[in-house]
């Protein structure tokens, strides 16, 4: 069944504040493999220009991913999640993550397709630190699978 298209442009109150934390920043490094040194020196970080560490890019996905969740469990919108791939992500920063930040996110259903069966939902995460400051946002496409058609039992003594 497709999804409703009266949820596109629908907002989800923002999710409860994340708290980076350098030892977060550093294991989610070393996780992806990435040994910049901005992500768990704070030396070398000051030297860039920066605060304190910094997060990679994609950091920001599991916070966002989280507050996606008020959208995904949103029972009137009706989302198998069973049967959801992800199908994309794309994050456009204003500036990057840094450790101390405490962050929020806001969700809204941006777009809703229906493609060869497949319901494709766009969300896309407004993320603020404390101050309400714009630091990224986020968009994240799922994908529905079509339901398997049901199958009919093989008829007898054929």
């Known amino acids: 069944m497709a999804l409703d298209q009266s949820f596109v442009g629908r907002n989800y109150p923002p999710a409860r504040s994340y708290e980076v934390g ?15 040194p901005a992500y768990t020196d704070p030396d070398a970080a000051r030297a860039l ?16 991913y989280t507050a ?7 029972p009137q ?9 992800h199908g994309d992500q794309k994050f456009a920063y204003t500036r990057p993550v840094r450790a101390g930040d405490r962050l929020t996110v806001e969700s809204t259903i941006e777009s809703i397709k229906s493609l060869a069966g497949n319901d494709v939902l766009d969300i896309r995460g407004e993320v603020h630190d404390a101050e309400g400051e714009h630091v990224v946002t986020a968009w994240t496409k799922l994908v529905a699978r079509a339901a398997e058609p049901a199958t009919q039992p093989a008829a007898e003594g054929a």
């Open 68 to 74: 996606a969740g008020q959208v995904i469990e949103d």
């Open 77 to 85: 919108l009706g989302l198998d999640y069973t049967r959801v791939v």
């Open 22 to 36: 350098r030892e977060k920043i550093r294991e989610f490094a070393e996780a992806i493999g990435d040994a910049n």
């Open 49 to 64: 220009g920066h605060d304190d560490v910094i997060a990679p890019p994609t950091f920001v996905f599991a916070i966002t």
